[in-house]
């Protein structure tokens, strides 16, 4: 069996993110899933609120339901578990998350989303408009600035990953009319069924976070 380690910024279990890497990786992979915050109750969480727009985070719960929470608890909490995954021997360990954790990218030898997302977005797509998917209001500027600081031009919109089909068909047709070439849905609590939905409507290509993440943590692995 090989390992793969994965450290969730909320709490596990993540049903939804095992069954995506078990569905990519097939039976050959052990997954090992921990959240940064697992332990606390839901009201301890409600108090670990942003202190600004640039460190808001968003994760959905293992309840499904979403919450968003500041980066500073994040790191907090999470360094721990981190600690713990990369002394666990797997073959690989990743943070499931979009956001950029330099601390933790300079300490820690480790598969981050935010990296694969570029590196796969400027693989597929080196110039041009990119329609960009976050899950909350407070990240839009973040979106413009970080893929804007990488030469597109950015039509940023946020998404609710529990949004519904009428919502993500409204948001995808808004971003396609402002002619995107790609669109990225830089949240891990995307799915790939809200990527389908989206590109449909969109009528462009669709890079989802999550699954691309995973496929070269398996690339790591295989």
């Given at each position: ?22 569905d ?11 959240g ?8 301890e ?88 998917l ?59 069924e ?6 449909e ?22």
């Amino acid at each position: 069996m090989s390992g793969l380690g994965v450290l969730v910024v909320g709490q596990s279990p993540r049903p939804e993110v095992a069954a995506l890497v078990a569905d990519l990786a097939g039976p050959g992979v052990e997954l090992d899933l921990r959240g940064a915050l697992d332990g606390f109750s839901r009201a301890e969480l409600e108090t670990m609120q942003p202190e600004c727009d640039a460190e808001a985070l968003f994760t959905r719960l293992p309840d499904g339901s979403g919450v968003t929470l500041g980066k500073r608890h994040v790191i907090a909490h999470g360094t721990r578990q981190l600690d713990a995954l990369t002394r666990a021997g797997h073959q690989v360990v990743m943070v499931m998350c979009t956001g950029a954790f330099p601390d933790w990218m300079a300490r820690y030898r480790a598969v981050f989303p935010s990296r694969t997302l570029e590196a796969s977005v400027a693989a597929c797509q080196p110039t041009g408009r990119l329609g960009v998917l976050v899950p909350i209001a407070e990240q839009c500027a973040g979106a413009h600035e970080r893929w804007g600081g990488r030469g597109y031009d950015v039509s940023a919109a946020a998404l609710s990953p529990n949004a519904g089909p009428a919502e993500i068909r409204s948001v995808a047709s808004h971003l396609g009319k402002t002619g995107i070439d790609l669109l990225v849905l830089d949240c891990i609590s995307y799915t790939r069924e809200t990527k389908r939905l989206a590109r449909e409507v969109a009528g462009v290509p669709a890079i989802l976070a999550v699954s691309s993440a995973v496929r070269m943590a398996l690339e790591l692995i295989d």
